[in-house]
């Protein structure tokens, strides 16, 4: 089994400090549910051809956020992209999607994007949450409700501090083991994973704080832009 592997385009470095993130987020529960789940799950989607992440910014999905466009928008620097939304004016972006399904197993999924900041003070949504804010990897089985447990996994190694590493091009590795994924109680199940692998239909990004993995994030100042540069599952 391969570790998750965190890097920059220049030069690979470690990200610090994710051990005590994720002692003190397991500390939690319940840490990728939205603030109060909308009913139904994501649309009813299906991707453009199986075993294939979509890069087409009209197959991502920009859910249950405020202030935002249904779809990012297509970037020059990457594939697409999307501001982050101003807290004063009630916005946040909190989950980003895209329908995928697999023919083959699955081993590693892998993200490489880059945040552009221009003096971005950022803020979690959750006032039970705290600082900094964060973006994760996530999958999600097919016909998902948000009521089943084990509906949506993350990987809380994928865990990036939103300001830690701003306007470089990051490059996030995480293999599909049940070692690496919780559950939305912080759980990790094998048997509960190996079925939600085996009935995936979206992967993506979810945007939150230290706790809540999906539970918003928007700016209080200055400007800040999601550029997303590739995104594999293999």
């Not at 859910?63 to 004063?88: I, N, V």
């Not at 999924?109 to 900041?117: A, H």
């Not at 995480?174 to 939600?196: C, E, K, R």
Request: with cysteine; aromatic share 10%.
């Amino acid at each position: 089994m391969s570790p998750p592997k965190i890097s920059r385009a220049s030069a690979p470095r470690p990200k610090r400090g994710l051990a005590l993130a994720f002692a003190v987020w397991l500390s939690s529960s319940l840490l990728g549910c939205a603030l109060t789940d909308p009913p139904g799950g994501p649309p009813h989607a299906s991707p453009q051809a199986p075993n294939v992440v979509s890069l087409d910014p009209s197959q991502w999905y920009i859910l249950y956020s405020a202030g935002m466009p249904a779809h990012p928008s297509a970037d020059s620097a990457g594939a697409w992209s999307f501001e982050f939304p101003s807290h004063s004016s009630g916005g946040h972006v909190n989950y980003v999607e895209t329908p995928f399904n697999s023919t083959t197993a699955l081993h590693n999924l892998s993200v490489t994007f880059m945040v552009e900041d221009d003096a971005a003070q950022y803020v979690v949504i959750d006032t039970t949450d705290h600082l900094p804010a964060t973006c994760r990897l996530m999958i999600e089985i097919q016909n998902d409700d948000l009521s089943d447990p084990n509906g949506r996994w993350w990987a809380q190694a994928s865990m990036y501090d939103l300001g830690s590493q701003d306007n470089q091009v990051l490059t996030i590795s995480i293999p599909l083991t049940s070692d690496q994924w919780t559950n939305v109680v912080g759980q990790h199940d094998s048997q509960a994973f190996a079925q939600a692998l085996a009935n995936i239909g979206w992967v993506g990004v979810t945007f939150g704080g230290q706790f809540f993995a999906g539970h918003g994030v928007a700016i209080s100042g200055g400007s800040a832009k999601y550029v997303l540069i590739n995104y594999t599952v293999d």
